[in-house]
């Protein structure tokens, strides 16, 4: 952690300015602080310092560094490799130690049993390891010792994590003004439950530092280090050439592990009380962990006895449980917000896709109602139709899109655009590609009867490319709903958003070239057909369709691809789906409903969208000379 923390790190690097004072200049020395506790991140920066060949000592403060220095010790013998609150044995040249914390641990836990009258007990615990286990393990004994009653109301609830202000405050919240603790204590290095628990008028206990000092008197007492002596005695030792491997555990008779001044609000008699106890534990009469409540942890034959206590090796590394008395809460986060589009907006974009929706059915009826006109039925109704479903498909994935994404809507919005916009268009190219067709056969003097079902199957064949592509979607690599920390958000606020991997992506590319593909050959036939007669000739309305379609592709989608603000997304991604379908198919139909509306459908001819061909809705053809 950062060297301010006023916590553990704060009190490493007090214990190294201490050394450096006690050895009148002849130790030099520099910190590297914040650095990851992981293997991966710790072993480059330990190797790194070994090889510059600056350094006699290198110290690693944190448990989760032993791994990677232990290695690199192995490999640069002529360093020596000091590891604080490890256990793993090494070469000569490497030495772990650690200082009996749990003993102070214990005597904050006495303080806190007989100040505490009424309530519970709690505290915040940091790293699941044995270290921390201990600590709050023998604070737990301490509170039972004072108070018997207590025995069933100490509560822990768990950080995993050394520093989180943020996390410790929330927690120290919860125990106090929801779990009914009237005493809080913590392993973890901030004082934010002290300072929570002063300012709700409640006693509190430190830890790492004097707290007393950083919050008020309402720190009762706290466990703290000197970790200057404990530098001091490996210094000493690699100075004078005596260093050897050991794993050393340093108690109070060291001056490492320190109980702290005791707040005034703790009365003389409790004071003595403690120190009596801790003069126990100096001179060896006293040891935390023996007697019958460490059943729990006992490995040897039958139930302990009042003379029976855990092995050293049992508390440095098996010791990975809290007594079964204690209420354990876990791993309590602090709740994540999920962070939505504003109800308005989505409002607004669902009753736009519905006023759509009601245009196309709308349509339907009419072009149902008037399928026996010409402009209607030598249209194509069935494609016609066809068409209209297409259109419905497409705005109602306005509707997928105002939801919380899931991965089924991830996928599904991607499914609905694609096949709706292929039912929308397609019948509009084959209908047209007939006439094309037509004209061809006419322009030759040939005649040749060309059925519906021969378009229906260009119209599935497209289709099934659809499928395909999105089947390869589907199962390749598929999208899935995932939560989005913005820096435009709270820190503890989310959004869901669909996110589309690597192969997926590649799919909705290929997709959109498909549509392209398909809107130019729209390009082609609607060429092709220009010169068919002017009365009623679609070829105008479906270049507007084209053009539109074009633009919902290669303007609205790059742009969305490229913001950065959900909501705006969001909007364009419904208006481009709702308003522009919609503005495609509404070219094509609106003149027929004019044309039919106005009593002007009498006028068109048998052909009213060729002249070189009469045709109807089952691909007959006359030709007329």
Same mark, same amino acid.
């Given at each position: ?143 039972? @010792? =004072? ?6 109301? !100490?509560?822990? %609830?768990? #950080?995993?994590? /050394?520093? $989180? ?44 530092? @004097? =707290? ?6 309402? !720190?009762?007492? %706290?466990? #703290?280090?000197? /970790?200057? $002596? ?44 403690? @120190? ?63 962070? @939505? ?285």
């Amino acid at each position: 952690g950062p060297l301010n923390d006023l916590g553990w790190s704060y009190q490493h690097n007090q214990g190294r300015v201490q050394m450096e004072i006690d050895f009148e200049g002849e130790v030099q020395t520099e910190p590297y602080p914040s650095v990851e506790d992981t293997y991966e991140a710790s072993l480059p920066l330990f190797t790194d310092l070994a090889e510059n060949g600056n350094y006699d000592m290198i110290v690693g403060t944190t448990f989760g560094y032993q791994w990677a220095m232990v290695d690199v010790a192995t490999e640069y013998k002529n360093i020596y490799f000091l590891h604080i609150s490890g256990y793993i044995p090494g070469p000569n040249n490497w030495a772990t130690a650690f200082g009996r914390i749990y003993q102070a641990r214990y005597l904050t836990g006495l303080v806190a049993g007989y100040m505490t009258d009424s309530g519970r007990v709690g505290s915040i615990l940091a790293i699941p390891i044995p270290e921390v286990y201990r600590g709050a393990n023998a604070m737990y004994k301490g509170v039972i @010792d =004072a108070n018997d009653d207590l025995k069933k109301k !100490v509560t822990m %609830s768990w #950080t995993y994590e /050394w520093v $989180n202000h943020d996390l410790e405050l929330y927690q120290a919240d919860l125990h106090m003004n929801q779990w009914g603790v009237k005493m809080m204590t913590q392993d973890t290095d901030t004082f934010e439950p002290q300072f929570l628990a002063n300012q709700l008028g409640y006693p509190s206990i430190g830890y790492n530092v @004097d =707290a007393m000092r950083q919050v008020s008197i309402s !720190v009762l007492a %706290s466990a #703290t280090w000197n /970790w200057g $002596n404990l530098y001091n005695r490996f210094v000493e030792r690699a100075m004078d050439g005596t260093w050897e491997y050991e794993d050393f555990w340093g108690g109070m008779d060291t001056g490492i592990p320190l109980l702290s001044d005791f707040s005034p609000l703790v009365p003389n008699r409790i004071q003595r009380i403690v @120190d009596e106890r801790r003069e126990e534990i100096i001179d060896g009469d006293f040891q935390v962990f023996c007697g019958k409540w460490i059943e729990p942890w006992w490995n040897g034959e039958g139930k302990p006895d009042d003379n029976d206590c855990l092995t050293d090796f049992e508390l440095l590394v098996e010791h990975t449980t809290l007594h079964p008395d204690i209420d354990d809460r876990g791993f309590i986060p602090i709740p994540l917000t999920r962070v @939505d589009l504003s109800d308005g907006v989505t409002i607004a974009m669902q009753i736009i896709a519905a006023i759509c929706l009601l245009l196309v059915l709308i349509s339907a009826c009419l072009t149902i109602f008037w399928r026996k006109k010409n402009a209607i039925h030598y249209s194509s109704f069935p494609f016609l139709l066809c068409s209209l479903f297409g259109v419905a498909i497409v705005i109602s994935a306005v509707f997928m899109l105002s939801a919380v994404p899931t991965d089924g809507l991830c996928s599904g919005v991607v499914w609905v655009v694609s096949i709706g916009t292929t039912i929308f268009f397609v019948p509009l190219l084959a209908k047209t590609y007939r006439i094309v067709y037509i004209y061809h056969q006419a322009a030759h003097f040939k005649k040749r009867t060309l059925q519906t079902h021969e378009l229906v199957g260009s119209v599935m064949a497209c289709l099934l490319v659809d499928i395909i592509i999105l089947i390869c979607f589907q199962t390749i690599d598929s999208p899935e709903a995932e939560r989005e920390f913005d820096d435009d958000l709270d820190k503890y606020e989310y959004r869901v958003v669909c996110d589309y991997p690597g192969a997926s992506s590649i799919c909705i590319y290929i997709m959109l070239g498909w549509k392209a593909l398909l809107l130019l050959s729209g390009v082609i036939v609607t060429f092709l057909v220009r010169n068919t007669s002017k009365t009623f000739n679609e070829s105008k309305h479906l270049s507007l369709a084209i053009y539109d379609c074009t633009f919902v592709f290669a303007v609205l989608i790059p742009l969305i691809a490229v913001l950065d603000d959900v909501e705006a997304e969001y909007l364009l991604a419904c208006l481009g789906l709702s308003l522009g379908i919609s503005a495609a198919y509404l070219v094509l139909f609106l003149p027929k409903f004019f044309v039919i509306a106005t009593g002007n459908d009498d006028s068109l001819s048998r052909g009213a969208t060729t002249s070189a061909s009469q045709f109807n809705s089952h691909g007959s053809v006359t030709m007329d000379h």
